[in-house]
């Protein structure tokens, strides 16, 4: 049992893996730049934050992680806004990147200050950091900068004995997903037929952080995409 951080836990995979912990026994600090995030436990802290905003990040930590510290952290919080090179802006452009790159930095530094050896972070890329997806010019981009930011800091933090590896869903049923209205017509493309549930994601979360089991992987970004995606 130990405590986990979760970007993203007021909505889809992050809320899914904020839950998942809770339902082993783990603390959460649950953080989101939303004010509800949809969970109830005594064992859940909530933290209202921007990962944008590093110094506030901090600062919350600073505030609510217990004296035991982070065991996991679980950097999911992400945007996804089509981009084109024909629509792209400079406010759309920083919106991907901070969120999607400087924020994972941000939290993971915030987090550092409070993990031990044997503790282990979670970033979420995407398949779109492998393949290209139609209209999604940044975002791809962002998080192939998040797949190269696994493996630095899995190499940066392995004398600390601390793990970085990274996930890379496909199609997964989530509020933000089901929103760009696309995602039944992915499914008849998916060789699985189905798009993946936020709950099976978390567990490869788990996987990597909290079973003991995947004490040697490191800087690895696994891929969960019902075979839509091979590398
Ligand atoms: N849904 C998919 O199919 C899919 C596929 C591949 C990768 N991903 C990635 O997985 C992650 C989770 O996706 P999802 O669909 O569950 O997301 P979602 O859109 O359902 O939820 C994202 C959460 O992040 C929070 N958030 C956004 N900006 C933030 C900020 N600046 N500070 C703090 N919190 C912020 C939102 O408030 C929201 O609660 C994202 O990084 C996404 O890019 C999603």
Request: proline share 4%.
């Amino acid at each position: 049992m130990g405590t986990a951080l979760v970007t993203g836990a007021a909505s889809g995979m992050g809320q899914a893996t904020a839950k998942m912990y809770l339902d082993r026994g783990w603390q959460v600090l649950g953080l989101d730049v939303a004010d509800d995030l949809g969970l109830e436990d005594r064992r859940l802290t909530a933290i209202q934050a921007d990962i944008r905003d590093g110094a506030a990040v901090r600062q919350a930590l600073a505030e609510h992680t217990p004296a035991t510290g982070i065991d996991a952290v679980a950097n999911i919080a992400g945007v996804y806004p089509p981009t084109t090179i024909e629509t792209y802006t400079d406010e759309l452009f920083r919106r991907i990147f901070d969120v999607n790159v400087l924020g994972l930095l941000n939290v993971t530094r915030a987090a550092l200050d409070h993990m031990s050896p044997g503790s282990a972070i979670v970033n979420f890329a995407s398949v779109d950091a492998f393949t290209v997806s139609p209209g999604q010019l940044l975002y791809g981009a962002s998080k192939a900068a998040v797949v190269m930011l696994t493996k630095e800091l899995a190499l940066e933090l392995a004398p600390r004995r601390i793990r970085v590896n990274g996930i890379a869903p496909g199609w997964v049923d989530t509020p933000g997903n089901a929103a760009t209205g696309r995602m039944t017509q992915a499914a008849q493309s998916i060789p699985l037929g189905r798009v993946a549930a936020p709950a099976e994601i978390a567990e490869w979360v788990w996987i990597l952080t909290g079973s003991g089991t995947a004490g040697f992987v490191d800087g690895e970004t696994v891929v969960i995409s019902g075979a839509d995606v091979m590398r």
